[in-house]
Structure formats: structure tokens, C-alpha cells
């Protein structure tokens, strides 16, 4: 069946660093890809979102690109702030986009 | 904006209570879900619905039903509660078009006593 396997936290990293988080899925035909962040005590709220093979997806200086040959997904950003502490799900729906497969989270503390 | 509203934040309920968690979105999404979220166990599906009055299980349905009797809205409903039920609880809705992401509710935090 369909999959997500995400990189492991916890993940600290000093403000301004470079950012990777690594999310591979197993899917069948063509899936979406989607990141996720939830903030403490909140539910989650889209980041950033691909459709299709190259597709690049951005948001809030994150960036993402559907890479189907290597069925990657990997988040990343230039320089993290403080304020991106927050839990980061990877996602995928099936083709017809009616079913969800999450990755199981990873926290990223930011330190001044 | 779409709005996922659940209708609560934080509920703590003894063991052997029926409880019941309200979801309600405003955008016609035929698709709801829930979900719940437990530390290094990341999201796992309870039970999701397609339209009215449809339901089917999801990964871990034990112990939970769920009722749609409006578009709308999306109970889940835990019928004797447990400790092991104690969780937070996430309630999505979307739209069945591929490539639209799923909304999510602020979440439902739950002790079970």
C-alpha cells in the first residue's frame, strides 16, 4: 500500500542554518505530495503542496520538489528562523486524492 | 478560508464514559476524516467518510464509531472510553479532485481518567 517514511527527530539547529528534512513514499499511479507543520498545540496546517513529477512546491521560504525517480520529497530551507520550531509532516494522497497517507512528524527546534 | 472547527480543545473524561468529538467544516467537502496523533506514532487514521450517512474504517477503528448525518459534520464517538485512548485527536476535511490537500480542526486534546 501507500507510504510515507520521513526522517527522525528531534532536529536542532542554530537560526540561520540550512535545513533538510528527507521524505520518501511509496505510492501507485500518481500521487500528490504535501509538507505539513503544526505548531504546539495546534493541528496542522499545509506548507507547501506538489501535483506532479518536477513540480517544485514553495512556501515561507520552505521549497520542496516532487522527484518521482527517486520517490523523494525532501523539505528544505536556506536559513530557519526561531519561529519555524514546529512539528514537519510529509503526506501524500492517492491518485484520486481521496486517501491521506502522513509520515510520522519531525520536530525541529530552532535556537537563537 | 476553509474552517475545520472542533468543539473542543482539551476534554478530560473518566474511564467507561461515552464520549463524543464534534467536527464541523464550512466548505462542502464531500471527504472527512479522523485522525489521531500520538507521540512517534505520527497521524493514524480512526475513520474517515466520503458523503452523508457513508463511513469506513481506518487503520485503527477498536474502540471508536463515527456518525455523519449532515456534510458537515463528522462525529467521533468513543463508546466506553479508555486510558489508552487518551490522545489527541485531529478532524480533516477535503475535496476528492487529486491534488487537493486535506484541513485540518485545531485538534482535540483527550485524557481519559
Known amino acids: 500500500g501507500d507510504s510515507v517514511t520521513q526522517m527522525e527527530g528531534p532536529v536542532t539547529l542554530s537560526e540561520e542554518a540550512f535545513l533538510t528534512i528527507n521524505c520518501t513514499y511509496t505510492?501507485?499511479?500518481?500521487?500528490?505530495l504535501f509538507w505539513y507543520v503544526q505548531y504546539p498545540g495546534e493541528g496542522l496546517q499545509l506548507l507547501l503542496k506538489?501535483?506532479?513529477?518536477?513540480d517544485k512546491g514553495s512556501n515561507k521560504g520552505f521549497e520542496a520538489t516532487y522527484r518521482k525517480e527517486t520517490t523523494s520529497f525532501h523539505l528544505e530551507k536556506g536559513s530557519v528562523q526561531v519561529s519555524d520550531s514546529a512539528v514537519y509532516f510529509c503526506?501524500?494522497?492517492?491518485?484520486?486524492?481521496?486517501?491521506?497517507?502522513f509520515g510520522t512528524g519531525t520536530s525541529l527546534t530552532v535556537i537563537p | 478560508d476553509v474552517k475545520v472547527t472542533q468543539s473542543s480543545r482539551y476534554l478530560v473524561k473518566r474511564t467507561g464514559e461515552k464520549v463524543f468529538l464534534e467536527c464541523v467544516q464550512d466548505?462542502?467537502?464531500?471527504?472527512m476524516f479522523w485522525y489521531r496523533q500520538d507521540p512517534g506514532l505520527g497521524l493514524r487514521l480512526i475513520y474517515f467518510?466520503?458523503?452523508?450517512?457513508?463511513?469506513e474504517k481506518g487503520d485503527i477503528p477498536e474502540g471508536y464509531s463515527v456518525s455523519r448525518e449532515k456534510k458537515e459534520r463528522f462525529s467521533l464517538i468513543l463508546e466506553s472510553a479508555s486510558t489508552n485512548q487518551t490522545s489527541m485527536y485531529l478532524c480533516?476535511?477535503?475535496?476528492?479532485?487529486?491534488?487537493?490537500?486535506?484541513?485540518f480542526g485545531q485538534g482535540t486534546r483527550l485524557t481519559v481518567v
Open positions: 503526506a501524500l494522497s492517492d491518485q484520486d486524492g481521496n486517501q491521506f497517507y
Open positions: 506538489a501535483t506532479k513529477a518536477d
Open positions: 467518510s466520503y458523503d452523508v450517512k457513508m463511513k
Open positions: 505510492a501507485t499511479g500518481y500521487p500528490s
Open positions: 466548505m462542502d467537502h464531500e471527504n
Open positions: 480533516a476535511s477535503s475535496l476528492p479532485p487529486r491534488g487537493a490537500e486535506a484541513f
